[in-house]
């Protein structure tokens, strides 16, 4: 009977025995629930205790008939119950105690926020969403491994959650082992201290982390030790060998992973390697959008604000929801009338000051991007229509705003009092230049490095 079984067995009964409300709410959670069922052989159950005063409550003639007879119920066979210290238990059964420890250490939670559904999709993430997605819907797993990548807080923590918390749901019977790469390591390492104690518990953890169907593995950079790998490759090549689906995080390409073993690097590069970028815009909006919901009654937060944080915040959606987290905290402490961008400025004034270089102006902006196409002040600033002078207009309106997260009548004043209407419809189409139009993309880059 696998370790894991025992458990859920031991789970039902102590449900059980807790409806029973047989010992007080304190009591049951403090003393009872510490209990742990190692095994049962030739129907005698081995029951562990860690402290004597649960001994003394479990072991009272009423409460051990009980135990038994509820254990015996969910069993299926009538058992008797030997309740022992755990230490005792240890030097019992070592490999019980050991089989306990490792399938306690790789259990997986996932955090029931991060689903597919509070996901929001975009054009900077939508291979990587589906991706996600079909490994777990799709029968047949076509690309192993998958590896995302990106900088961080651009949602790959988030995605490898999502996987666990989709087939949790949907499919119960599916065995999903998931590890912060560090945490593996502490696992892999730990289980090397103990293993000259309790035999060989470096194969027991490499056998349980093998007997998942999905494997998930977050930031995987991280994963430098080299007795570590010297498992990882082991657990890896089996899951692989028997079509389990792994997924791995790195906020680096592959090829960039200077502390992995060449032959673990190469072999991620034969499924697929899917890049996160930073959201775009109205991708930016729609999280903050989503960020929102429940907030809306209390709080009215304008557009030109979400505008305003999309536009600041997109490089990392950590800082995108951290931002907005700080204006709605203190809007319920300043109770302005709404969440305008005054306030918004106001009270985001430290982050923007930081995330800002502080050696860059709009007036710097405007000056590299007339010395880059040859042009002067005034003719930028005048009303010719010349494609060369709108097409500057643009790029200053894009630099900007995407820079320095300037108003758009900041940015109108520094382009001869143009007005927000104009700026913002120069800047909307300055965005689509930078997806459509090489040759303004590959100026506009040649201009941010002169910048920087
Ligand atoms: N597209 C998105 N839709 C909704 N929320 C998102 C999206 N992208 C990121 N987030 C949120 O941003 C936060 C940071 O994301 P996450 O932790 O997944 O980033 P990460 O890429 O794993 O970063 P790191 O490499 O630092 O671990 C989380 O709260 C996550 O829910």
């Not at 010349?386 to 382009?415: C, D, F, N, P």
Request: proline share 2%.
């Amino acid at each position: 009977m696998a370790v894991n079984s025992y458990d859920q067995i031991w789970q039902e009964t102590l449900d059980a025995v807790h409806a029973r409300h047989f010992f007080s709410e304190d009591t049951f959670n403090d003393w009872v629930r510490k209990t742990t069922l190692f095994k049962i052989e030739n129907n005698e159950a081995y029951v562990a205790y860690r402290s004597m005063i649960t001994k003394n409550i479990i072991a009272q003639p009423e409460a051990h008939t009980l135990f038994e007879s509820t254990l015996s119920k969910v069993w299926g066979d009538a058992v008797s119950i030997r309740f022992i210290d755990y230490h005792d238990m240890e030097k019992l059964m070592p490999e019980e105690i050991v089989k306990q420890r490792t399938s306690e250490m790789i259990q997986s939670h996932f955090d029931p926020h991060y689903t597919f559904e509070s996901f929001v999709e975009g054009k900077s993430n939508q291979e990587a969403y589906a991706a996600c997605m079909s490994c777990c819907t799709q029968a047949r797993h076509l690309y192993n491994p998958i590896m995302l990548y990106g900088n961080s807080g651009l949602g790959k923590t988030h995605l490898l959650h999502a996987i666990g918390n989709y087939l949790q749901k949907e499919k119960p019977e599916v065995k999903v082992f998931y590890a912060y790469s560090g945490d593996l390591v502490s696992i892999l390492l730990d289980a090397m201290k103990t293993k000259s104690v309790h035999g060989n518990t470096v194969e027991m953890v490499q056998s349980q982390l093998i007997d998942n169907d999905y494997f998930l593995i977050d930031d995987i950079q991280n994963l430098t030790q080299s007795s570590s790998q010297e498992v990882f490759f082991k657990v890896y090549n089996a899951l692989i060998a028997k079509n389990a689906q792994i997924v791995i995080t790195s906020d680096m390409h592959p090829n960039q992973l200077s502390g992995l073993q060449s032959r673990l690097v190469s072999r991620f590069a034969q499924g697929l390697i899917v890049n996160i970028q930073k959201p775009e815009f109205d991708t930016a909006r729609a999280i903050l959008q989503m960020k929102l919901k429940g907030y809306e009654e209390s709080h009215d937060v304008t557009d030109e604000v979400i505008d305003f944080l999309a536009h600041k915040f997109s490089d990392d959606v950590r800082k995108l929801e951290g931002s907005l987290n700080k204006l709605i905290f203190s809007a319920t402490i300043e109770n302005p009338d709404v969440i305008d961008i005054d306030f918004a400025r106001k009270i985001l004034d430290d982050e923007i000051i930081q995330s800002k270089p502080d050696h860059l102006s709009p007036n710097k902006i405007k000056k590299e991007v007339s010395k880059f196409y040859g042009l002067s002040y005034a003719a930028i600033e005048g009303k010719s229509r010349l494609r060369k002078l709108v097409t500057a207009r643009h790029m200053i309106v894009y630099l900007t705003r995407e820079i320095l997260g300037s108003s758009w009548t900041a940015i109108g004043q520094e382009l001869g009092n143009r007005d927000h209407s104009t700026i913002k419809s120069s800047y909307e189409r300055g965005r689509r230049l930078m997806e459509t139009d090489e040759a303004f993309r590959m100026a506009c880059e040649k201009i941010r490095s002169q910048l920087e």
